[in-house]
């Protein structure tokens, strides 16, 4: 069975920066496309980011685009979300998950996912 595994999660300060990484074990990504996605507290969870499996294409939530870059190291079955100019309303927990379906661009739609994270926490001040 396949596992995501988040991490890098933390408290910044506005204007910061962190990276995240989305480590996959017991599987491989395939062909499926890999998303981040973000849940604040009250608020349902948001798509912010993917990448496909095979020729790295990117997508982005408008909210964050030009600020995140998604990425993956393929030899260490990983992903990451490098955030930069971070802002409060970035505050979020933050997951990861494999999308069911060989598709792009990549679906907005958490039902879509699969193989969820535990999520790691960000934290924005201002």
């Known amino acids: 069975q396949a596992q995501l595994v988040e991490s890098g999660g933390g408290l910044v300060q506005a204007g910061d920066s962190l990276r995240l990484s989305c480590e996959l074990s017991?599987?491989?990504?395939?062909?499926?496309?890999l998303g981040w996605f973000r849940q604040a507290p009250g608020k349902e969870r948001e798509f912010v980011a993917a990448?496909?499996?095979?020729?790295?294409?990117?997508y982005y939530a408008d909210s964050v685009k030009g600020r995140f870059t998604i990425s993956r190291d393929g030899a260490k079955n990983t992903v990451y979300l490098q955030m930069n100019s971070l802002k409060p309303e970035d505050t979020a927990n933050y997951y990861c998950?494999?999308?069911?379906?060989?598709?792009?661009?990549?679906?907005?739609?958490?039902?879509?996912?699969?193989?969820w994270g535990q999520g790691t926490q960000v934290t924005v001040s201002s």
């Open positions: 017991g599987g491989t990504f395939g062909n499926n496309p």
């Open positions: 990448i496909s499996a095979n020729i790295d294409e990117t």
């Open positions: 998950a494999i999308d069911r379906t060989v598709r792009w661009p990549p679906s907005h739609r958490t039902y879509d996912y699969h193989y």
